[in-house]
């Protein structure tokens, strides 16, 4: 073995009698380190074997970055007229690839630096991780294959560097993924614990009003408040939690229990500090739908919700559900609003996900003398 400008280490070989040494050259020797040998080549008994320059070819990705970035984006333009627009980060990949192919070519195992991100580290790891695979691949089939031509050679190189990029793509995601369900069962369990400590504090809060010992002071109504924004946030985070990771677990769940529970949160929704009634038309026990119970519960607890945030002072919410069309409909209509217009509501945003992602849908409406009327559609169980 042979070191070069204690960088890059050449294995060499020379037959007892043979007069000269042959050097072998692979993709992981820069491409400095490789002109070394070709000029040490030049002036003793020494065979390179392997070595291909490429430096012409990037000079000329050098010199035609612009023409290539112009002619990318054109091509992506041509693309989108025609009818199947590629997704707008596309136009931003190819700048990145040459800057990748450049240092390919000059040196393509390049180890990453201690003190690089990490995110460029891993990314370094994975292409190298690719490219001992195609070539092993390649070697692979010209052991078994050897009068495969040069066309031949590129496509299996294509198919390889395609798959590569899939099977990383997949196994990143599948990561990421992972990582999502572990900091979801961990946020889940704090929300959970912080969802029970409002609920503590609330009950001792109404406890202590009960007693006459808190009064109807400011500093009072302002901690139900505060303790009801909270008890929301938390509710809301869970649902999001539980939308964003997927797989849902879809059962048979009885709209009227749930209905009801939604109904009997009402007072800590804001019914009473706003004195509007919630009546509540008990639906069929025979009504089920085909829904994940760690979402529609909180679904219809933020759509109630809604309706209160929307509802006058004094007025009336009204709530039902009843089939429709191989559909349960859960409709929670308001008598008057508090405005001329429906806002937007953070809470209708997640009762609208949540409806999709189980294969339902969401109205709102406004409807005549100044009310309105949430509709939230859900696939019917079977009985």
């Not at 559900?321 to 217009?341: F, I, M």
Request: glycine share 6%; aromatic share 2%.
């Amino acid at each position: 073995m042979t070191k070069v400008r204690q960088c890059c280490t050449f294995l060499w070989m020379q037959e007892e009698n043979a007069p000269r040494r042959v050097v072998f050259t692979r993709p992981y020797h820069c491409a400095a380190c490789v002109g070394e040998m070709v000029r040490s080549a030049k002036l003793q008994r020494v065979t390179v074997a392997g070595s291909l320059s490429m430096d012409r070819v990037r000079e000329v990705l050098v010199k035609e970055r612009a023409q290539l970035l112009d002619r990318w984006v054109r091509q992506l333009r041509a693309a989108a007229d025609a009818g199947f627009a590629l997704d707008p980060v596309t136009a931003q990949v190819l700048p990145e690839l040459l800057e990748a192919t450049d240092r390919a070519l000059d040196r393509r195992f390049r180890a990453p630096s201690a003190d690089a991100p990490p995110i460029e580290a891993e990314a370094r790891r994975a292409a190298i991780r690719c490219s001992l695979l195609g070539d092993y691949l390649l070697d692979s089939v010209l052991e078994q294959l050897p009068e495969l031509n040069v066309a031949e050679q590129r496509l299996l190189s294509d198919a390889t560097a395609h798959a590569s990029v899939e099977v990383q793509v997949r196994w990143a995601l599948l990561r990421e993924q992972e990582k999502r369900r572990k900091e979801a069962a961990r946020l889940g369990r704090l929300a959970h614990e912080l969802r029970n400590a409002v609920t503590a504090a609330g009950l001792s809060l109404e406890l202590l009003r009960q007693r006459g010992e808190l009064g109807d002071s400011r500093a009072a109504r302002s901690l139900e408040q505060s303790l009801a924004r909270l008890r929301d946030g938390v509710e809301d985070t869970l649902l999001d939690e539980v939308l964003t990771a997927g797989g849902l677990r879809l059962a048979r769940v009885k709209l009227g229990p749930v209905l009801a529970d939604a109904h009997s949160a009402a007072s800590a929704l804001g019914a009473g500090e706003k004195k509007v009634r919630v009546l509540l038309e008990k639906p069929s026990p025979l009504l089920l739908v085909q829904a994940d119970p760690r979402v529609v519960r909180p679904a219809l607890r933020g759509l109630l919700r809604a309706a209160l945030e929307v509802a006058r002072r004094g007025t009336t919410v009204r709530c039902s559900a009843s089939p429709s069309r191989g559909r349960a409909r859960v409709a929670v209509s308001v008598d008057k609003l508090a405005g001329n217009r429906l806002p937007g509501l953070q809470a209708l945003n997640l009762v609208r996900r949540a409806a999709k992602a189980q294969g339902g849908s969401l109205l709102t409406r406004v409807t005549a003398g100044d009310g309105c009327e949430f509709r939230l559609d859900l696939p019917r169980a079977p009985l």
